[in-house]
């Protein structure tokens, strides 16, 4: 089986800069694919921003500028580089993951538990 477990939340001022981390563990070889997504109170749970296996990155018009997708990441580890926070950046965030676990392509595919972000003003 695979865990995914984020971290790197916390509070933050308004323009301040975090960085969250989805990490594989478990069976785990290396992560192809991850997506974060985040959920503020009372809202849906929102696409933040992407990375595919040819390492292309993807980003919501709402943090485009703002947060990135280090390509440095490490092969059971991805970033999320939030930089310029804003209140309205308040949330949980999540990652979503395609896991590869077996060197003949099987892979696993899930969320990780969450790293809450609040940002004050």
């Known amino acids: 089986q695979v865990q995914l477990v984020e971290s790197g939340g916390g509070l933050v001022q308004a323009g301040g800069s975090l960085r969250l981390s989805c990490a594989a563990s478990g069976s785990a070889i290396k992560i192809n694919i991850v997506d974060w997504y985040r959920q503020a109170p009372g809202k849906q749970r929102e696409w933040v921003a992407g990375i595919t296996r040819d390492g292309d990155t993807n980003y919501a018009d709402s943090v485009k500028g703002r947060f990135t997708i280090p390509r440095d990441n490490a092969k059971n580890t991805m970033y999320l580089q939030m930089n310029s926070l804003k209140p309205e950046d308040t949330a949980a965030y999540y990652c979503?993951?395609?896991?590869?676990?077996?060197?003949?392509?099987?892979?696993?595919?899930?969320w990780g538990q969450g790293t809450q972000v609040t940002v004050s003003s």
């Open positions: 979503n993951a395609e896991v590869l676990i077996d060197w003949d392509g099987a892979t696993w595919y899930g």
